[in-house]
């Protein structure tokens, strides 16, 4: 004889649903290291454009800093007056040897005919993140795919009072080195590099 029970149908209906329910540990683990593998890859590429972006600023400040010597080399920064203005020439000093990892916007008295620099007075030292590095010190003529390129080489980029074009020298400041345009390569950690070139005509780019 069978009782009639008035909650056995939904019971049977509830019970019957049971198993599809929520997710299986398996499909989580699933979904889980496809999460994590997502947000591995966007780390990543985040870094890797951090650091881009990073060597593109310290390119574009070595080139501001070179433009700043030749606006303090044409304005004669720094003299008093009674000083012969033509005496004062800025620079920016690079020397991949010793100084691998900095480059300095220094001050040199050149004399009145505007001759070699000497004497020279560090106005700053800008120092580079750790993780780039001054990698190659180049001259060249027209082409820049012909450089010629030293990764332990050294030089300054002067300016003098009125002339707004550069001069290239030795780190010394003994000799003028012969060239049209200067390079300097900058290069980070993880081989990435970006150009600051310098023409004699004071022309200043990045590329």
Same mark, same amino acid.
């Given at each position: 004889?069978?009782?009639? !029970? =008035? /909650? ?14 929520? /997710? ?5 683990? #699933?979904?889980?290291?496809?999460? *994590? ?20 600023? $310290? ?17 004669? %920064?720094?003299?008093?007056? @009674? +000083?012969?203005?033509? +005496? ?11 100084? =691998? ?25 800008? %120092? *580079? =993140? ?11 003529? !027209? ?14 980029? $002067? ?26 390569? *900058?290069?980070?950690?993880? @081989?990435?590099?970006?150009? #600051?070139?310098?023409?004699?005509? @004071?022309?200043?780019? $990045?590329?």
């Amino acid at each position: 004889m069978k009782l009639f !029970s =008035p /909650f056995k149908k939904t019971l049977d209906e509830k019970s019957s649903h049971l198993p599809g329910q929520g /997710f299986l540990l398996m499909e989580m683990l #699933v979904a889980i290291s496809v999460v *994590l593998i997502f947000m591995t890859i966007a780390i990543n590429e985040r870094d890797d454009f951090a650091r881009s972006v990073s060597l593109d600023n $310290v390119a574009h400040e070595v080139a501001l800093t070179i433009r700043q010597a030749q606006s303090y080399g044409i304005s004669s %920064q720094g003299s008093d007056i @009674g +000083d012969d203005v033509y +005496d004062f020439s800025y620079g920016v000093y690079f020397n991949l040897d010793s100084l =691998p990892g900095a480059f300095r916007l220094v001050r040199y008295s050149t004399g009145s005919a505007g001759g070699d620099p000497n004497q020279e007075e560090v106005i700053n030292e800008y %120092q *580079l =993140p750790s993780h780039i590095h001054l990698a190659e010190f180049c001259t060249f003529d !027209s082409d820049i795919e012909s450089a010629s390129c030293d990764d332990e080489g050294s030089g300054i980029v $002067v300016f003098t009072r009125p002339n707004p074009d550069a001069r290239f020298f030795t780190a010394n400041g003994n000799n003028q080195i012969d060239t049209n345009n200067i390079a300097v390569v *900058l290069e980070n950690d993880e @081989g990435r590099k970006r150009t #600051v070139v310098v023409n004699l005509t @004071g022309y200043i780019y $990045v590329e």
